[in-house]
Every structure is written in structure tokens, then in C-alpha cells.
């Protein structure tokens, strides 16, 4: 071994010549996304960071971020911004996590087809969607309509153009973002896993708690953070469904843009929300230990 | 209440592994009678009767979709039968749901929570039974023992080998001291020289826990290796249920012979004198009780030897002549097709040591072949 000469094997050189061109193939087939995401994120992005800290005389300035912590204002549409989230988040894992067992529980040929239910909407215009439920939710909306038929109130309730026709919108909408991945972990957790729970003896209830609701737990997390995240950005729902109560951040752009053509006071607002949203995501691997997959080691 | 008591009887056997007549204690007899369990037309078992006997290591061997996992899954409580009866000792159990069945299972899959380190996977069934901290370290720690993992416990699942995760999956199964062990192909997994250890592992390890332990397996042979008895099931029937050296010498109908050891098969007759003959070789000297049947021969290819111009006493041995078609070199063995007559074919299965001259057998060569008359096993034919 240790006269070993070090001489070229045969065929050597074409070897690693045909290694090398396959590589390169690979980077040419990866090179449009590459450049697509350069162009439409990060040079975007980049330059709303930019405009942020330019002040209204042009040059670089705080101002934007010193108005954002001097105006109350700013304070209450970030609190909105994270309150609807989190409801929203909430809401729909109580109505997502019931759907998705069921799901899991059916035939593969079965869950296809209610899976097709979950999935319909999600294949509509987000637009449609929204005004579908101003229609509904109105008051004399067909729901204010049947609550009343069957008596579940009197006289019409204030159900859209509130909070709570902003939650019921965005609950319905990310409702999907949820149960695809809630399913997925689910359908992964083989059905011996619940009859072995069951034979060491765990009744049906303790067998769901220590062991199919920790193994699914993996699902339920990314898809809340699939919602929470999506939501943070969220403009039209809100917008229509809010009637101008429910103010988030992606409104409150919108209406400096239109109102003061301010870029640099809605860059500064846009920046504030991506590190917000960027502190939570990690916080959020860290505390529920998954942040190698989500950022790496 | 029944749960507590039958722990309790657990922790002795563990503590005392020398002691067999306090085992015997610790399991429990199944008897199940006319178990029916359809799906659909098909039948996955149809009427079963079988007495599994207290402490007795069972296997219920059989080809794939023969009904020997319905029946385990049946005895575990997971699938719910049309009809019958399952008695743990004196308690009816049909109705009772698995979690208050306490038997011990190991599945196919392990189905080790992944979730859980060694230790919490095996300690899961003694938390159930609200055993105290203290003792449930010290009963963990002696199930770990027991399937040599003592150091593995703080491993997360994931960390651990094929053979390792069996060996968790066994002990969380016996850890709780249940009196009836289950066990769907656990060594299914395995690399065939794992699983032949582990057989002989498990063997000692029923041995020492005295548990009446049902086996489901495909394999013949790790069924011949470790039952007491075993149950051959074939299209949700039983086909015989007996030991190993009784299913394999005596076979009671083809389907047991063909499935269990290598076999040919041989159509025979009836003489005038009620003997059975092939062709005019007298296989059976007494008349047979019910001659008019058809029956066959079984010829285990490695009772057959081969006849090297000795005459033979034919009241001792049958003498077969034919003509060598195949022959292979297995390693351990060799084996032969021989033709005796233009449609039947014996298998023959050689040792390949270096004195014996059928290693130079070459296909066409003449070739006479002896089985002893204490060999010969005749089955009715019923096909």
C-alpha cells in the first residue's frame, strides 16, 4: 500500500470530465429559477430596504422608522396584523385538525374525494371567495337570514365588515394551508402504531393524546406557520371583509402609497413586518426544536 | 382490577427465571371456537376451533392470505369477527377492547413510538397501570436486561438497528408481565442470519417467561424451529394442528405436506390385497384401511438415498429406479431431479461431503434409489 504509485487508472480523465458536464448540467437546469428569484425578491426586496431609509429631502434618514415608534397608530396595525393571525391560525387548527383526522381515518379512495371538497375552493379566485362571503355575512345575508329563521337571534348581528367577518374570511381561505400538511403527517402514522398503543393497554382517548396527536404534531406546526406567516401579508380579505375596521399592515401600505405616494414610509413598514415575521419563525423553530430543517445547522 | 393482578404475577417471573413452577402459573390457556370472520364473500377464517394450551409457544403458519393475521389480530382484540368465541382462561373476551385485553403484542412493523426514547417506549405500558416511579425503572431496566439493551436506553428509536428496535419492541411487550404473548412476524425484517438468532433467542426467552406466546409466520422453517405446536392454517381453515415432528413426518392431506419441508408427491393405488402400490412397488405392506381412496406418497427429498449396486432388503426399503435430469451444487446440500417413470419426478437432496459419491452425478445417468419403509408417509388424496 504505501509504494502505492499514483498513476492515472484507465479512462480516468474521461471519467471526471463526464462527472464535471453532468454537474454543469445540473446548475444550467437550476440557473432560471436562480435568476428568476434574484430578479423578482431580492433585487425588490433590497430596494424597498433602501427607499426605507431615504427621507423626504433625499437623503439618508431614520425618519420612517422614528415615526413608526412616535405614532400610536403604527403600534395598533401591527397589534391587529398579529391578533388576526393568531386567531386565525387558532381557528383554524380547532375546525383543520378534526378534518384532517377524519381524512386520515377514510380510505385513501375516499379521502380523495372529500379531499377534492377542501381543495375546490382553494382553486377559486381568492376574490370571489371574499365577496362570496360579504354576500353571506351581510345583513341581510342568508345567514343573518336562517340564524333568525331558526331562531338563533332576533334581529340582524353585525357579522361583516368587523373583526369577525375578517376572521371567518381568512379562516376559511387558509383553511387548506393547514390541513394538506396536518394530512400528510397523519396519513405517515401507520395504523399499528394505534393498536399497539391500544395493546399496551392506553384506552382510546390517552392512546390519541400520547401517541397520534404527538406524531401529528410535526404536520400541525408547519401548516400553522404555512397560515400564521401567510396571514401576517394578508391584504384583500381584510380589506373587504374589515370595511376599513380591521386596519393590518398590507392595508395600512396600501393606504400610505394611495393617500401620500410615501414609498419610503411603506418600505419602512414592509421591512418592519418581514424581520418581525423572520424573529418569529425562529423563535418558533428554536422553542419547537426544528430549526436545522427550517434554517439549517 | 384484573389488569393490577395479573402485573403483579409479571414482576415474579422476571425475578425468578430458575423457578419453572412458579411460571406455569403466570400464563394463561385460549380457547377459541367457531371463529368466523368474513370480509365480504371471502372467508378469512371460517369456524375455528383451536385450544392454545397455557404456556405453550403456538405458531400459526400459513401462506399469505390464509387467515393466520386475522385470527392473531382477532385474538389481540383489533378487528371485530362475525361470530365465535375467544375464552383467556375462563373470561370470555370477544367483546373486550384491546386495552383491556392485556396481552403482550410485537408487530410485524414493531411499531415502536418514535417519539419516545427506549426507555419511555418500554416504561409506556407500565405507566398505563400507574406503576410507581421507582418500580418502573427497576422493571424497565430488567426488561432491557433481558434483551441485552441495557445501554441503549436513553437512544432515540431512530438510532437504533433492525435488531435493536426488535428487541425494544419485545420488551415493551413482556415488560408489563401480561399471560399471553403475541407475536405477528417479528423476525420478518431481519437479515436471514439475524433472524435465524433471534429464533433461538426468542425460544429461550419464552422458556424464561413462561408465557403462552401465539406466533403468526410464512416461514416453515422458524415455524418448525420454535413452536411447541404448530397450526397450519390454510384459507381461514385449520389444516392440522400438531408438533413440528408430527406435522412434518405425518402430514395429514397435501396441502400440509407441500407447504411444510420440501416434498413429491406420487399418485398410488390399491391392490387386490388392499395394499398401496406406485406403478409395482408395494409402498405399504399392510393393507390400508380405506384402499379404495386415492392416495399419495410424500418423499422428503432428504430421506431418499441413493443405492450403489447393494440389494436391499424390500421388507426395509423401497428401491426406486430412474434416470438423473438436474443435478445442483447448494453448498450445503446438492439436490437432484430424478425421473421414474415418464411422469413423475422425485426430488432428492444429497450431503455435499467430500465422501459422497453423488457428487458425481451427471444428468443421464442411471440411478437407484432407496427410502426406508419407517420414512414412508401416505396421505389420502383429496384433490
Not at chain 1, 393497554?201 to 406524531?215: C, I, M, T
Not at chain 1, 418558533?284 to 434554517?295: H, P, Q, T, V
Request: negative net charge.
Amino acid at each position: 500500500m504505501e509504494n502505492r504509485v499514483d498513476t492515472a487508472g484507465i479512462n480516468e480523465h474521461e471519467l471526471k470530465t463526464q462527472e464535471a458536464r453532468e454537474q454543469l448540467t445540473l446548475l444550467g437546469l437550476a440557473a432560471p429559477a436562480v435568476l428568476a428569484i434574484v430578479a423578482i425578491i431580492v433585487i425588490p426586496v433590497g430596494w424597498l430596504f433602501y427607499l426605507s431609509f431615504v427621507g423626504s429631502d433625499g437623503n439618508f434618514s431614520l425618519e420612517h422608522y422614528q415615526k413608526m415608534v412616535q405614532y400610536k397608530s403604527y403600534a395598533r396595525v401591527f397589534l391587529i396584523t398579529f391578533q388576526v393571525s393568531l386567531l386565525t391560525t387558532v381557528i383554524c387548527i380547532l375546525i383543520g385538525y378534526p378534518l384532517a383526522y377524519f381524512l386520515a381515518l377514510l380510505p385513501q379512495r375516499w379521502a380523495g374525494i372529500f379531499m377534492l371538497a377542501v381543495l375546490l375552493p382553494f382553486w377559486t379566485s381568492l376574490l370571489v371567495r371574499t365577496y362570496a362571503w360579504l354576500v353571506l355575512l351581510q345583513k341581510k345575508g342568508m345567514l343573518n337570514d336562517f340564524a333568525i329563521y331558526i331562531g338563533l337571534w332576533e334581529t340582524p348581528v353585525k357579522l361583516v365588515h368587523n373583526m369577525t367577518g375578517t376572521l371567518i374570511g381568512m379562516a376559511h381561505i387558509m383553511l387548506p394551508f393547514l390541513v394538506l400538511p396536518l394530512y400528510g403527517s397523519m396519513r405517515k402514522i401507520e395504523r399499528d402504531m394505534m393498536h399497539a398503543a391500544a395493546n399496551l393497554g392506553a384506552s382510546p382517548v390517552h392512546a390519541f393524546w400520547k401517541v397520534y396527536f404527538p406524531l401529528s404534531l410535526s404536520g400541525m406546526v408547519a401548516g400553522s406557520l404555512i397560515v400564521f406567516v401567510l396571514c401576517l401579508g394578508f391584504y384583500v380579505t381584510p380589506a373587504v371583509l374589515g370595511g376599513g375596521r380591521v386596519v393590518m399592515v398590507a392595508t395600512q401600505i396600501t393606504a400610505i402609497l394611495e393617500n401620500q405616494f410615501d414609498w419610503g414610509a411603506a418600505s419602512a413598514l414592509g421591512v418592519v413586518l418581514l424581520i418581525a415575521t423572520l424573529i418569529i419563525l425562529y423563535l418558533a423553530a428554536r422553542l419547537l426544536k426544528f430549526d436545522a430543517a427550517l434554517f439549517g445547522k | 382490577m384484573a389488569a393490577r393482578q395479573y402485573f403483579s404475577r409479571g414482576a415474579l417471573i422476571l425475578a425468578n427465571d430458575s423457578n419453572q413452577s412458579a411460571q406455569a402459573s403466570t400464563a394463561l390457556p385460549i380457547h377459541i371456537r367457531d371463529l368466523t370472520k368474513r370480509y365480504g364473500q371471502m372467508y378469512a377464517l371460517d369456524s375455528v376451533d383451536l385450544e392454545i394450551k397455557s404456556g405453550e409457544f403456538l405458531t400459526l403458519l400459513g401462506p399469505s392470505g390464509s387467515g393466520k393475521t386475522t385470527l392473531l389480530m382477532a385474538i389481540a382484540g383489533f378487528n371485530r369477527p362475525d361470530a365465535g368465541s375467544i375464552r383467556f382462561g375462563d373470561t370470555e373476551m370477544i367483546l373486550t377492547p384491546p386495552h383491556k385485553r392485556d396481552v403482550g403484542m410485537v408487530f410485524q412493523s414493531y411499531a415502536l413510538f418514535p417519539h419516545m426514547s427506549v426507555t419511555e417506549n418500554v416504561a409506556f405500558p407500565l405507566k398505563l397501570r400507574k406503576v410507581s416511579p421507582a418500580e418502573c425503572a427497576e422493571r424497565v431496566a430488567e426488561a432491557l436486561a433481558t434483551v441485552q439493551l441495557s445501554e441503549f436506553g436513553e437512544r432515540g428509536i431512530d438510532q437504533l438497528s433492525g435488531g435493536q428496535r426488535q428487541r425494544v419492541a419485545l420488551a415493551r411487550a413482556f415488560v408489563f408481565g401480561p399471560r399471553i404473548l403475541l407475536m405477528d412476524e417479528p423476525l420478518s425484517a431481519l437479515d436471514k442470519k439475524l433472524r435465524e438468532h433471534m429464533q433461538i433467542e426468542l425460544k429461550h426467552l419464552h422458556e424464561k417467561l413462561g408465557v403462552t406466546t401465539v406466533y403468526v409466520t410464512h416461514d416453515q422453517r422458524e415455524a418448525l424451529t420454535m413452536s411447541d405446536r404448530i397450526a397450519v392454517i390454510n384459507d381461514g381453515r385449520l389444516a392440522q394442528v400438531d408438533t413440528p415432528h408430527v406435522i412434518y413426518n405425518q402430514p395429514a392431506n397435501a396441502f400440509v405436506a407441500d407447504f411444510i419441508g420440501e416434498s413429491t408427491m406420487l399418485p398410488l393405488s390399491g391392490d387386490s390385497a388392499g395394499r398401496l402400490m406406485f406403478a409395482d412397488q408395494v409402498v405399504t405392506t399392510e393393507a390400508a384401511t380405506d384402499a379404495a381412496a386415492d392416495h399419495l406418497l410424500v418423499v422428503r427429498p432428504e430421506r431418499l438415498f441413493v443405492l450403489r449396486g447393494e440389494t436391499v432388503d424390500p421388507e426395509k426399503t423401497i428401491a426406486f429406479d430412474g434416470t438423473v435430469r438436474e443435478f445442483v451444487f447448494q453448498g450445503e446440500t446438492a439436490f437432484a431431479l430424478v425421473a421414474v417413470d415418464d411422469r413423475h419426478e422425485l426430488s432428492v437432496r444429497f450431503s455435499t461431503d467430500s465422501a459422497s459419491s453423488q457428487n458425481e452425478l451427471q444428468p443421464g445417468d442411471r440411478v437407484s434409489l432407496g427410502l426406508h419403509r419407517e420414512d414412508v408417509i401416505t396421505i389420502p388424496d383429496n384433490a
